[in-house]
């Protein structure tokens, strides 16, 4: 089964920048479209950025100008960059995949669906 798992996050000042990682594990075929989502404690998760397999981005408005998808699929990762990031920025950022398609050693494929990693904690403050 494929796993996610972020990295990058940690404490950063207002206008500071950070990276986080997103590195996928598994019999991998191919990843479908990639998403980031951050969620803060009594607040609902929501959707910070997509990026599909040719690469096309999306952003939620309060991150545009400042945020930047990507992704390596001949590494299985998925990347987001945060520059001149804010207090509001601070939250558990997950990494999801819509789909990945897998294989085993007989050769059989399937899809995974929904699949997301444990989190990573970005904090901005002074």
């Known amino acids: 089964q494929v796993q996610l798992v972020e990295s990058g996050g940690g404490l950063v000042q207002p206008g500071g920048s950070l990276r986080l990682s997103c590195a996928a594990s598994g019999i991998i075929v191919s990843l479908g479209t990639m998403g980031w989502y951050r969620q803060a404690p009594g607040k609902q998760r929501e959707l910070v950025a997509t990026?599909?397999?040719?690469?096309?981005?999306n952003y939620v408005d309060s991150v545009k100008g400042r945020f930047t998808i990507s992704r390596d699929n001949a590494k299985n990762t998925v990347y987001l960059q945060m520059n001149s990031l804010k207090p509001e920025d601070t939250a558990v950022y997950y990494c999801?995949?819509?789909?990945?398609?897998?294989?085993?050693?007989?050769?059989?494929?399937?899809?995974?669906?929904?699949?997301w990693g444990q989190g990573t904690q970005v904090t901005v403050s002074s």
């Open positions: 990026i599909v397999h040719a690469a096309s981005t």
């Open positions: 999801n995949a819509d789909r990945a398609l897998v294989a085993g050693v007989g050769g059989l494929r399937r899809y995974e669906y929904d699949i």
